[in-house]
């Protein structure tokens, strides 16, 4: 039919059978034009709907655009003239073949199309189709023949058809040149991400990523040169379509859960008793119960949801999935045409006969085969990668979001490190595997393939191969079985070592007051040791593996070869056999190779699903019971509500009855653990609800009694995210008495504080927790005693102008939980709580006259502070009291005598300071007004030491020689010269191996068949196996080898960190976020333990497999020399221009990385004061913005890889050698530029000196200051300006000042925290500056101001050392007044104590830090207002104790109450950093200076007046 349509034979064969092969011209006028033409009319009804579906402004026209619209406007007019043309030839006969009308009758409706279609893309962002390029391509592949065919009819001479011939040529030149402009392309104005404009080529080459590497190499590339990312990539997009998909998978899991529990209590009732063992749990000892807990575990693993969230990731990320489905499955079948082509290459030079228009054809094939499968594998990466990253940022930002509304019973299952370490490292093991979950399919396809081939080539003796390889992996899955156990076991060492490293970076202090560090570096140091132990087993696993894996393939074609040559003696092996059967076998070891690494990585992302399963499926806070009603006549009112911490435990809260008007200032007072906090606690919605309900009316502003300061400027921290109000602004600094601190601190209201507030005193950060509070315009404050921290003045100043009846709060309603008598009188009603119920409530006048409990407790506390003038209170009158009390159980002993707490203390004494202060206030007022100002019109510029963090230091340029000697070292040189010697020996037998081959495939040319020897055929085969061995076995010791020293060098490295943050000076932890820290020995530490060995060994071996290629080369072709060396020359410029680029970008990734867990974890600290005031959504902004940053960065390196691999894939097969070398080289061994900045980091004083300290040293405790002078950091002015006096042995000496007079300095100049700027400090005639400062630590004793504690036992808390007996510590718990306490608990002096001492209250806390200094028995004690957080009562209980048990030592009190220092021997009174007064409290009573108006504001008349 074809034939009649064309007048001319369609297809014959025969015109392919001569040297001078062609097409017909009929099949090139029909099939091949027909070809593209299909192609185009087929898409581009979908085109032009996908155009107007996601259409957006148009965009002005560009030359780009008119060029190409003239060009096809040309082909349109030639299309005219051809078919005028044929109508003019065509006079009626029949001549003219109906192809000449049809053909440009098609163009004509063509050229139309794309016309319009190259309009369309106005509206869209890329303006350039991957539809039309396609087009354009085809057009010109097409077109060739046609093209030669025409010029050989001319070239014969033949001129008959010379117009059309001559119309074609200059339409097929058009399509050329449109081709070349479709490979520009058109920037867009909304746009200046180039990869959204990026033409087709451009992208699928990366050529649009040509302007950022040109801009790495010359200068190092900084996070505004890295463009954003698309919208639909952004962290936003991706949580919402998650989440949608998230809703309905948890749905269906928790389902299952309900029907298996079903399942389950119908089968059995014994389980009950588990439920038991699980209340227990909560206070057992982790070393004694270990073995139960895991029992336990076992018993109540299966009640989370499960199995959800892999299924939530593919529906929501299913459309990458399918497109780099499609590539790989494209490029896997291309990659066994190389085999074939190969085949036919070979054949066709053993071949003399063969046409040489054939050779051509195969050379053009194999190169257009290998383009295209480059193409198509880095798009495939690219879009793998792209999918990784998209998985963690999803993951990432849904445990964020997870943790803002997470209940607590959930939430107490987890500690911070392990919080973080689900963001990092579970979202990292999830992104590797998606990388490579095509390979699952992909391997099975690819060995199916292999198989069959093989078969072709070498028939059933491929079996034999084969049988071994499935031999090979059952082995291979057990180890990799083996080696998942030892990853999980390492994973919960490293959450261990991690949450250690947290508790010790927060609690570095204390650990530097009681010189503790060796103990918990030893804690460190063990956990260390096993995770160790686990890496050197996986590392010798791992190399089983790799030694099986390096061997298949060699047994594997050694075992087929000899089974073909003894099966049949007419089997030779030819050169075409053995070298396609070898590529085969290559092809084959990949993914038999991979398939046990994929696994083992399913298998490992399988731990972190559960892990994160548990955390994103696990229960949110019920906030059901707080009722919020816009329309109700009471501010809150609590109906019989009853809440507790846990389920399981009683409840805490009781059957409250409350109601709280409008506009009511309430305070509610109680002992320490009567449930003051609680009551607030279930207010917010932070408890879970027993039964009843709160109902309130409006928003909430809250103060928590430890007060959550965020790392920023002190601005920040009160706005908190806040528009400024100037004149409001200025108010609260006021109001909350900060302006005398932003005197002092440098830079303002601009100073940086760190984080969680280090750089603050306690007084300070409880201000400024109040001032965020105040600024913020709520309905109803929840002050958690915000007074706690302050002095007596300024608490006065803070109730007048913040609180109290004129306070700037006035209107609102307030509950006040204090300890304040003083206030009681002004406040509207007063709530007095005892385990967990109302125990009386009413105004001050009606408690009074009830003569009830609060009475009493006034009572107590005004005798306690001695107005009688009585000298001591009588011990039996005390008895009476308890006598008429109920019994101490009923009330907690100390109920609301908590009262004077912080009395009486100084403020602001000096009257002419008061003045010059008055003034001070004033500029500083207008000076913040100006600079408000100021910074609109400049960049302000930064104060000394106002920034306090510092910048996270970022590497650039190459990594230095001396980094990687440092690794090198820490392997040990010994080691690493073996390992070379065994890789060399392994690259020789390869080379060896390929050699003896090729001789052997030579025989078939020298023998035929028939005659071939057994011997020679013997020796052929006994050789090539025992080469295979060598290759194995050498392997096998180079990797035994490495797994070892890069063992011994982990822990090498991560000892030098430890010891060196250890001994890092005080002011190293107030300039360094612990989010940076831990990153160092998170992320950091492990890409020491897995990746940089890795990479080391993939280096080593590929350089010598790139040295024995080319030697083999060389050797069989010499001249392939002169190729080597342009192909060397352009290669080192584009690894040149790469390698500057990526290894920048690698760092930014680094160093965007550590914010987002920094924030993460202050996120974690702060969620109530979050919750309270309503922020969620910011801070998840906040969060999402950071990701996104960390994102752009990745992507970008993604992209970088992507375009180096593309440029060195198209310099050759050989060069894809390299590529994937230095892809190795310089994608993981970033890192180790971090681990050596960490490693040069300072170092601090020794801990213990050539010169120690005499024994029994200090005998006497006498102290000298000599001149002393104090700084906190370098740029700072002092704090202590030449401070001297003389403390004689035995003294009791009280220090007072007003916060920030340098009190608390004071201490550190003792322990040497800080270092001395100028002047000495002398105890019993020892200079402390020269001896260790453990000699120094271990001699003096602190209660401190925080009572930090740690996690672990009661026991580790008092005596890490377990320096003293069990005896002595009941002792000292007696003393302390805890016995009893301890004593109820469960498990006594194993009783578990969660991070940071959570699980007590903080007045139980700091009696616990007053037993670790009864433990010490030293002869100097310093008390840091360590009375701050318990109530008047158990004040008294500590004084008296210290007074009794210290009576032989020096003693000095910094105080915030003068009454317990009033018995003191001398006082020391602190302005400003200097003493302005020093003598007994007599003589400072008589002279009428500052401390006389302290004392007279306190209400103290003489020294008896106060006596305890």
């Known amino acids: 039919m074809l034939e009649k349509f064309c007048n001319s034979t369609f297809w014959n064969s025969s015109f392919l059978d001569s040297p001078e092969a062609d097409l017909p011209l009929c099949f090139e006028?029909?099939?091949?034009?027909?070809?593209?033409?299909?192609?185009?009319?087929?898409?581009?009804?979908?085109?032009?709907?996908?155009?107007?579906?996601?259409?957006?402004?148009?965009?002005?026209?560009?030359?780009?655009?008119?060029?190409?619209?003239?060009?096809?406007?040309?082909?349109?007019?030639?299309?005219?003239?051809?078919?005028?043309?044929?109508?003019?030839?065509?006079?009626?006969?029949?001549?003219?073949?109906?192809?000449?009308?049809?053909?440009?009758?098609?163009?004509?409706?063509?050229?139309?199309?794309?016309?319009?279609?190259?309009?369309?893309?106005?509206?869209?962002?890329?303006?350039?189709?991957?539809?039309?390029?396609?087009?354009?391509?085809?057009?010109?592949?097409?077109?060739?023949?046609?093209?030669?065919?025409?010029?050989?009819?001319?070239?014969?001479?033949?001129?008959?058809?010379?117009?059309?011939?001559?119309?074609?040529?200059?339409?097929?030149?058009?399509?050329?040149?449109?081709?070349?402009?479709?490979?520009?392309?058109?920037?867009?104005?909304?746009?200046?991400?180039?990869?959204?404009?990026?033409?087709?080529?451009?992208?699928?080459?990366?050529?649009?990523?040509?302007?950022?590497?040109?801009?790495?190499?010359?200068?190092?590339?900084?996070?505004?040169?890295?463009?954003?990312?698309?919208?639909?990539?952004?962290?936003?997009?991706?949580?919402?379509?998650?989440?949608?998909?998230?809703a309905r998978e948890l749905q269906k899991a928790r389902k299952a859960v309900q029907r298996r529990q079903r399942g389950r209590a119908q089968g059995n009732s014994g389980d009950r008793l588990h439920g038991l063992n699980k209340n227990q749990s909560q206070s057992q000892d982790i070393l004694v119960l270990e073995d139960v807990k895991k029992k336990e575990k076992s018993g109540t693993t299966e009640n989370f949801p499960k199995a959800w969230l892999v299924k939530t990731l593919f529906k929501t990320f299913y459309v990458i999935l399918l497109k780099s489905f499609l590539l790989k499955l494209m490029h896997d079948l291309l990659m066994f045409l190389n085999p074939q082509l190969l085949k036919l290459l070979i054949s066709f030079a053993n071949n003399r006969d063969a046409y040489v228009w054939a050779g051509y054809l195969y050379s053009v094939l194999f190169f257009v085969v290998a383009l295209i499968q480059s193409l198509c594998l880095q798009n495939y990466f690219e879009l793998c990668f792209m999918l990784g990253t998209s998985v963690r940022a999803t993951i990432m930002a849904s445990v964020y979001k997870k943790a803002l509304t997470l209940s607590n019973h959930s939430r107490k299952k987890y500690t911070i490190g392990e919080t973080v370490n689900l963001m990092s490292v579970d979202a990292q093991k999830l992104m590797d595997v998606t990388s490579f979950i095509h390979l699952l399919w992909s391997n099975i396809l690819q060995i199916t393939l292999s198989i069959s081939f093989l078969w072709a080539e070498l028939g059933p003796s491929v079996l034999a191969g084969v049988g071994v390889m499935v031999l090979l992996i059952p082995i291979n899955g057990i180890l990799a079985a083996k080696s998942r156990a030892v990853q999980v076991k390492n994973m919960?060492?490293?959450?261990?070592?991690?949450?250690?490293?947290?508790?010790?970076?927060?609690?570095?202090?204390?650990?530097?007051?009681?010189?503790?560090?060796?103990?918990?570096?030893?804690?460190?140091?063990?956990?260390?040791?096993?995770?160790?132990?686990?890496?050197?087993?996986?590392?010798?696993?791992?190399?089983?593996?790799?030694?099986?894996?390096?061997?298949?393939?060699?047994?594997?074609?050694?075992?087929?070869?000899?089974?073909?040559?003894?099966?049949?003696?007419?089997?030779?092996?030819?050169?075409?056999?053995?070298?396609?059967?070898?590529?085969?076998?290559?092809?084959?070891?990949?993914?038999?190779?991979?398939?046990?690494?994929?696994?083992?990585?399913?298998?490992?992302?399988?731990?972190?699903?559960?892990?994160?399963?548990?955390?994103?499926?696990?229960?949110?806070?019920?906030?059901?019971?707080?009722?919020?009603?816009?329309?109700?006549?009471?501010?809150?009112?609590?109906?019989?509500?009853s809440f507790t911490w846990d389920r399981d435990l009683e409840a805490t809260i009781r059957d409250v009855n409350l109601d709280i008007m409008p506009g009511q200032l309430v305070a509610v007072v109680g002992t320490v653990g009567s449930g003051k906090s609680s009551l607030m606690s279930a207010m917010l919605g932070e408890m879970e609800n027993v039964h009843g309900h709160i109902t309130i009316k409006g928003t909430i502003a809250y103060v928590p009694q430890q007060s959550w300061i965020q790392n920023g400027t002190l601005k920040d921290n009160i706005l908190f995210g806040s528009e400024l109000d100037e004149k409001?602004?200025?108010?609260?600094?006021?109001?909350?008495?900060?302006?005398?601190?932003?005197?002092?601190?440098?830079?303002?209201?601009?100073?940086?504080?760190?984080?969680?507030?280090?750089?603050?005193?306690?007084?300070?950060?409880?201000?400024?927790?109040?001032?965020?509070?105040?600024?913020?315009?709520?309905?109803?404050?929840?002050?958690?005693?915000?007074?706690?921290?302050?002095?007596?003045?300024?608490?006065?100043?803070?109730?007048?102008?913040?609180?109290?009846?004129?306070?700037?709060?006035?209107?609102?309603?307030?509950?006040?939980?204090?300890?304040?008598?003083?206030?009681?009188?002004?406040?509207?009603?007063?709530?007095?709580?005892?385990?967990?119920?109302?125990?009386?409530?009413?105004?001050?006048?009606?408690?009074?006259?009830?003569?009830?409990?609060?009475?009493?407790?006034?009572?107590?506390?005004?005798?306690?502070?001695?107005?009688?003038?009585?000298?001591?209170?009588?011990?039996?009158?005390?008895?009476?009291?308890?006598?008429?009390?109920?019994?101490?159980?009923?009330?907690?002993?100390?109920?609301?005598?908590?009262?004077?707490?912080?009395?009486?203390?100084?403020?602001?004494?000096l009257s002419h300071s008061s003045r010059s202060s008055s003034r001070h206030r004033k500029s500083l007022k207008n000076s913040l007004k100006t600079r408000n100002v100021n910074t609109l019109k400049e960049e302000e510029e930064l104060v000394k030491g106002q920034k306090l963090i510092k910048k996270e230091?970022?590497?650039?340029?190459?990594?230095k020689l001396s980094i990687y000697l440092k690794y090198l070292r820490a392997m040990g040189l010994c080691l690493i010269f073996f390992i070379i010697i065994a890789y060399v020996i392994n690259a020789v037998a390869y080379i060896g191996s390929n050699l003896w081959l090729s001789a052997w495939t030579n025989d078939s040319k020298t023998y035929n068949g028939t005659n071939y020897p057994a011997s020679q055929r013997d020796l052929r085969v006994g050789v090539y196996g025992a080469l295979g061995l060598v290759q194995g076995v050498f392997v096998l010791l180079g990797n035994l080898c490495s797994a070892r020293a890069s063992t011994h060098a982990s822990n090498i490295l991560h000892k030098q960190l430890l010891t060196n943050i250890l001994r890092a000076p005080m002011s190293f932890f107030d300039t360094t976020p612990t989010g940076r820290i831990v990153n160092r020995f998170a992320g950091d530490i492990s890409m020491v333990d897995d990746t940089l060995p890795l990479s080391l060994r993939s280096w080593i071996l590929c350089f010598l497999a790139i040295i024995s290629t080319l030697v083999m080369i060389c050797i069989a072709t010499p001249i392939f020399i002169t190729i080597t060396i342009p192909l060397g020359i352009i290669y080192t410029f584009v690894q040149m221009l790469y390698v500057a680029t990526s290894r920048q970008l690698k760092r930014l990734d680094s160093v965007t990385r550590s914010p987002i867990y920094s924030h993460f974890s202050e996120t974690v600290s702060g969620l109530s004061v979050i919750r309270a005031f309503e922020h969620q959504q910011r801070f998840l902004k906040h969060n999402e913005v950071g990701i996104d940053t960390n994102q752009k960065c990745v992507f970008s390196w993604i992209v970088s890889n992507r375009w180096l691999a593309v440029r060195l894939e198209l310099i050759g097969n050989l060069i894809v050698f390299f590529a994937s070398m230095m892809m190795v080289i310089y994608r993981d061994t970033l890192s180790g530029d971090t681990v050596g900045f960490v490693l040069s980091n300072a170092l601090n004083a020794p801990w213990v000196t050539d010169k120690r300290p005499p024994p029994g040293w200090p005998s006497k405790?006498?102290?000298?200051?000599?001149?002393?002078?104090?700084?906190?950091?370098?740029?700072?002015?002092?704090?202590?300006?030449?401070?001297?006096?003389?403390?004689?042995?035995?003294?009791?000496?009280?220090?007072?000042?007003?916060?920030?007079?340098?009190?608390?300095?004071?201490?550190?100049?003792?322990?040497?925290?800080?270092?001395?700027?100028?002047?000495?400090?002398?105890?019993?005639?020892?200079?402390?500056?020269?001896?260790?400062?453990?000699?120094?630590?271990?001699?003096?004793?602190?209660?401190?101001?925080?009572?930090?504690?740690?996690?672990?036992?009661?026991?580790?808390?008092?005596?890490?050392?377990?320096?003293?007996?069990?005896?002595?510590?009941?002792?000292?718990?007696?003393?302390?007044?805890?016995?009893?306490?301890?004593?109820?608990?469960?498990?006594?002096?194993?009783?578990?104590?969660?991070?940071?001492?959570?699980?007590?209250?903080?007045?139980?806390?700091?009696?616990?830090?007053?037993?670790?200094?009864?433990?010490?028995?030293?002869?100097?004690?310093?008390?840091?207002?360590?009375?701050?957080?318990?109530?008047?009562?158990?004040?008294?209980?500590?004084?008296?104790?210290?007074?009794?048990?210290?009576?032989?030592?020096?003693?000095?009190?910094?105080?915030?109450?003068?009454?317990?220092?009033?018995?003191?021997?001398?006082?020391?009174?602190?302005?400003?950093?200097?003493?302005?007064?020093?003598?007994?409290?007599?003589?400072?009573?008589?002279?009428?200076?500052?401390?006389?108006?302290?004392?007279?504001?306190?209400?103290?008349?003489?020294?008896?007046?106060?006596?305890?």
């Open 1261 to 1508: 405790g006498e102290i000298q200051f000599n001149n002393y002078q104090l700084r906190y950091r370098p740029e700072l002015d002092l704090i202590l300006k030449g401070i001297t006096c003389d403390i004689k042995s035995m003294e009791k000496v009280g220090v007072v000042g007003r916060t920030g007079a340098g009190k608390s300095s004071l201490t550190n100049a003792l322990f040497r925290i800080l270092e001395a700027a100028g002047g000495q400090i002398i105890i019993d005639g020892v200079d402390i500056a020269s001896i260790g400062l453990h000699d120094l630590r271990e001699k003096l004793t602190i209660i401190p101001q925080d009572p930090i504690l740690f996690s672990g036992s009661l026991r580790m808390n008092l005596d890490p050392f377990n320096n003293h007996s069990d005896e002595e510590i009941w002792k000292a718990l007696e003393l302390a007044h805890l016995k009893s306490f301890v004593a109820g608990l469960q498990l006594g002096l194993s009783h578990k104590v969660t991070e940071a001492g959570d699980n007590l209250s903080i007045g139980q806390r700091q009696l616990l830090c007053l037993a670790r200094a009864l433990l010490r028995k030293s002869k100097i004690l310093i008390m840091d207002e360590a009375t701050a957080a318990v109530d008047i009562e158990t004040d008294h209980l500590i004084q008296t104790t210290i007074q009794k048990e210290f009576s032989r030592c020096t003693t000095i009190t910094i105080a915030h109450r003068l009454h317990t220092i009033m018995d003191s021997d001398k006082i020391m009174v602190l302005d400003n950093g200097k003493i302005v007064e020093y003598g007994t409290p007599n003589e400072l009573l008589k002279n009428s200076g500052p401390f006389c108006l302290m004392a007279k504001e306190a209400g103290i008349e003489n020294v008896n007046s106060t006596s305890l």
């Open 492 to 641: 919960k060492n490293k959450d261990k070592r991690l949450k250690i490293m947290n508790e010790i970076l927060s609690g570095i202090k204390i650990l530097k007051y009681f010189a503790w560090e060796p103990s918990f570096k030893k804690q460190v140091r063990e956990l260390r040791k096993k995770e160790l132990e686990n890496l050197l087993t996986f590392g010798q696993i791992q190399t089983i593996m790799t030694f099986l894996l390096q061997l298949s393939p060699v047994l594997v074609s050694v075992i087929t070869f000899a089974v073909y040559v003894l099966v049949n003696s007419n089997n030779v092996l030819d050169a075409e056999k053995a070298f396609t059967s070898i590529t085969l076998f290559n092809i084959l070891r990949f993914p038999l190779g991979m398939f046990p690494m994929v696994i083992t990585s399913m298998l490992q992302a399988s731990v972190s699903t559960e892990r994160l399963e548990k955390y994103l499926g696990g229960d949110d806070l019920d906030t059901s019971a707080i009722r919020h009603e816009y329309n109700f006549d009471k501010a809150v009112q609590f109906s019989e509500a």
């Open 29 to 246: 006028q029909t099939v091949l034009v027909w070809i593209p033409l299909g192609f185009l009319w087929l898409l581009a009804p979908w085109q032009l709907l996908h155009v107007y579906r996601t259409k957006i402004n148009r965009s002005s026209i560009t030359k780009l655009y008119l060029a190409k619209q003239v060009l096809v406007g040309l082909l349109l007019i030639l299309a005219a003239i051809e078919l005028a043309l044929v109508l003019t030839e065509d006079s009626g006969q029949a001549t003219v073949p109906a192809i000449r009308y049809t053909n440009p009758s098609l163009y004509l409706g063509t050229w139309l199309l794309v016309l319009l279609f190259q309009h369309s893309r106005l509206w869209c962002v890329q303006k350039d189709s991957w539809f039309l390029s396609l087009f354009w391509i085809l057009s010109v592949l097409c077109g060739v023949f046609q093209f030669q065919t025409l010029i050989r009819t001319l070239l014969k001479g033949n001129n008959s058809n010379l117009a059309y011939s001559c119309l074609f040529f200059i339409c097929y030149a058009l399509n050329v040149l449109i081709l070349i402009l479709s490979a520009f392309s058109e920037k867009d104005d909304s746009s200046n991400n180039p990869s959204f404009t990026a033409s087709f080529l451009s992208s699928i080459t990366f050529s649009w990523y040509d302007s950022i590497v040109l801009k790495g190499y010359k200068q190092p590339l900084t996070l505004e040169d890295v463009w954003d990312l698309d919208e639909k990539i952004k962290t936003k997009t991706l949580v919402s379509k998650f989440e949608k998909c998230m």
């Open 953 to 959: 230091f970022i590497q650039t340029g190459k990594v």
């Open 728 to 909: 409001k602004y200025q108010q609260v600094l006021e109001a909350c008495a900060l302006l005398p601190d932003l005197e002092v601190l440098p830079g303002g209201d601009l100073a940086e504080i760190g984080e969680k507030g280090i750089n603050l005193s306690g007084g300070q950060k409880q201000r400024i927790s109040l001032a965020r509070a105040t600024y913020q315009n709520s309905d109803i404050y929840v002050l958690d005693d915000p007074l706690s921290a302050v002095d007596a003045h300024v608490e006065k100043h803070i109730f007048n102008k913040v609180l109290g009846p004129n306070g700037l709060l006035k209107g609102k309603t307030r509950l006040l939980i204090t300890h304040s008598i003083r206030f009681l009188p002004q406040v509207d009603e007063i709530v007095v709580l005892g385990n967990g119920t109302i125990l009386e409530k009413g105004s001050y006048s009606t408690l009074l006259a009830k003569k009830g409990l609060f009475a009493k407790i006034l009572k107590t506390s005004t005798k306690q502070m001695g107005l009688e003038g009585e000298a001591t209170v009588n011990e039996d009158s005390e008895e009476d009291d308890c006598g008429l009390m109920p019994s101490v159980e009923e009330i907690p002993e100390e109920v609301a005598s908590l009262t004077m707490r912080r009395e009486n203390s100084l403020h602001r004494t």
